[in-house]
């Protein structure tokens, strides 16, 4: 089982910047794409950034040169710079991850989530 434990959300003004991290964790083998989504409320969740192992990143167009996502493999570990926010950036965020997990002698294909953090842009 993998778990995501995020961090980093909060209150911030219009033009400010927040940082979030996403940690993952235990019986890990390897991940492939980790990936960040927000719901806002009475919206569907959208991608807002995702990168794969090898780094290879995609962004929503709403957020393309504000935000970046990046990634420590050794750590397990994604992280979200939001540059420049808006009011329109209030959501719920959530970390994402795919790859295989340790499954007694051999691996399995693991999906996970976090539980969300709230961002709030606001004056």
């Known amino acids: 089982q993998v778990q995501l434990v995020e961090s980093g959300g909060g209150l911030v003004q219009p033009g400010g910047s927040l940082r979030l991290s996403c940690a993952a964790s235990?019986?890990?083998?390897?991940?492939?794409?980790m990936g960040w989504y927000r719901q806002a409320p009475g919206k569907q969740r959208e991608l807002v950034a995702a990168?794969?192992?090898?780094?290879?990143?995609n962004y929503a167009d709403s957020v393309k040169g504000r935000f970046t996502i990046s990634r420590d493999n050794a750590k397990n570990t994604v992280y979200l710079q939001m540059n420049s926010l808006k009011p329109e950036d209030t959501a719920v965020y959530y970390c994402?991850?795919?790859?295989?997990?340790?499954?007694?002698?051999?691996?399995?294909?693991?999906?996970?989530w976090g539980q969300g953090t709230q961002v709030t842009v606001s004056s």
């Open positions: 235990g019986s890990i083998f390897s991940i492939n794409a």
């Open positions: 994402n991850a795919d790859g295989a997990s340790f499954a007694g002698l051999d691996t399995a294909d693991f999906g996970s």
């Open positions: 990168i794969t192992s090898g780094g290879s990143t």
